[in-house]
T-cell receptor, first 110, second 115 residues
Framework: EDQVTQSPEALRLQEGESSSLNCSYT??????LFWYRQDPGKGPEFLFT???AGEEKEKERLKATLTKKESFLHITAPKPEDSATYLC???????????FGTGTKLQVIP | NAGVMQNPRHLVRRRGQEARLRCSPM?????VYWYRQLPEEGLKFMVY????????ESGMPKERFSAEFPKEGPSILRIQQVVRGDSAAYFC?????????????FGNGTRLTVT
């Protein structure tokens, strides 16, 4: 069965303090790995798709990377508005069901 | 360019009543997914539908739950005879037709409270 494990569960950073969120996965034939941001009371908002090991994507202060076993979401010089829960999800080969991790709750303190 | 629309945003039902949750996918999207989220838990897959077809319902309880995506109109998730354990946020997502590796786009959910 596909598994996605995110760490840490919660992370508190000072504004400007860079860090990384981890997503470890076990899946048969990864077709895609997705990162989402979820704010309280809202649905997940799509950030990135990564398709193969070595791939990197960037958007503002966020950078996502992918290896054969895990993905990292790097946050550079975060701001309070980056506070949210970040979700990782995997799409296995030959199948359409996307499996989500339980997320990392990020709090950025001014 | 409307996103995924879900209604109602909040729904309160007494035990034993029926709950109907509606989802209109993004324009041009023909794949619909329903997920359930409990507080401090991840999103749990329930069902995947295409127009007039249920493709995968492996995450949906066999009893009391049903889903449809008719040729015309929104997708409906129906929960009969609700119990307190059904209280959760229910999210709908959609994706376009094609290779199947497109990301899902989510609505803002329906929060169901069973009293």
């Amino acid at each position: 069965e596909d598994q996605v494990t995110q760490s840490p569960e919660a992370l508190r950073l000072q504004e400007g303090e860079s860090s990384s969120l981890n997503c470890s996965y076990t899946v048969s034939g990864l077709r895609g790995l997705f990162w989402y941001r979820q704010d309280p009371g809202k649905g997940p908002e799509f950030l990135f798709t990564l398709y193969s090991a070595g791939e990197e994507k960037e958007k503002e202060r966020l950078k996502a990377t992918l290896t054969k076993k895990e993905s990292f979401l790097h946050i550079t010089a975060p701001k309070p508005e980056d506070s949210a829960t970040y979700l990782c999800a995997v799409l296995p080969g030959g199948y359409q069901k996307v499996t989500f991790g339980t997320g990392t709750k990020l709090q950025v303190i001014p | 360019n409307a996103g995924v629309m879900q209604n109602p945003r909040h729904l309160v039902r007494r035990r034993g009543q029926e709950a109907r949750l509606r989802c209109s996918p993004m324009k041009g999207h023909s794949h619909v997914y329903w997920y359930r989220q409990l507080p401090e838990e991840g999103l749990k897959f329930m069902v995947y539908l295409q127009k007039e077809n249920i493709i995968d319902e492996s995450g949906m309880p066999k009893e009391r739950f049903s889903a449809e995506f008719p040729k015309e109109g929104p997708s409906i998730l129906r929960i009969q005879q609700v119990v307190r354990g059904d209280s959760a946020a229910y999210f709908c997502a959609s994706s376009p037709p094609g290779t199947g590796d497109s990301p899902l786009h989510f609505g803002n959910g329906t929060r169901l409270t069973v009293t």
